[in-house]
């Protein structure tokens, strides 16, 4: 897998990625209208659970699928890896708030 991940770098495509720990060393927090439950792990009833992630900036769908085609099995047997986008600012639309996040995230990346 490290092998594949510096593919990952090389090629410009990897933003971020880590391994999580095993949920027995996490919490939850369940939502009911103004109440706040916190759950211990492990996660009895977890029957699909994140194990890790990368964040990768690819020109769409295909060269994500493609790239993950080419990755090591992640566990010893059987398994998946989804893939998922992220939302960008155009998926919701233009407004003044939408603007006005647009103008502060570019001020965060110009070099001063």
């Known amino acids: 897998m490290g092998k594949y991940n510096e593919e990952l770098v090389k090629a410009g495509i990897m ?3 880590d391994g999580l720990k095993p949920s027995r060393q ?8 103004p109440k ?3 759950i211990d792990g492990p996660f009895a009833e977890t029957r699909e659970l994140v194990a890790g992630y990368w964040l ?9 699928v493609e ?9 010893l047997g059987p398994s998946e890896i989804e893939i998922r986008p992220v939302y960008e600012l155009e998926d919701f ?8 996040h647009r103008r502060l995230r570019e001020k965060m990346t110009k070099p001063e």
Request: aromatic share 8%; proline share 5%; hydrophobic share 40%.
């Open 93 to 100: 639309g233009e407004s003044e708030a939408l603007d006005r």
């Open 36 to 38: 706040r439950t916190v």
């Open 56 to 64: 990768w900036e690819v020109k769409d769908m295909a060269e994500a």
């Open 67 to 75: 790239w993950v085609k080419r990755c090591p099995n992640p566990m």
């Open 26 to 33: 996490g919490k939850r927090v369940a939502f009911d209208g």
């Open 15 to 17: 933003l971020a990625g």
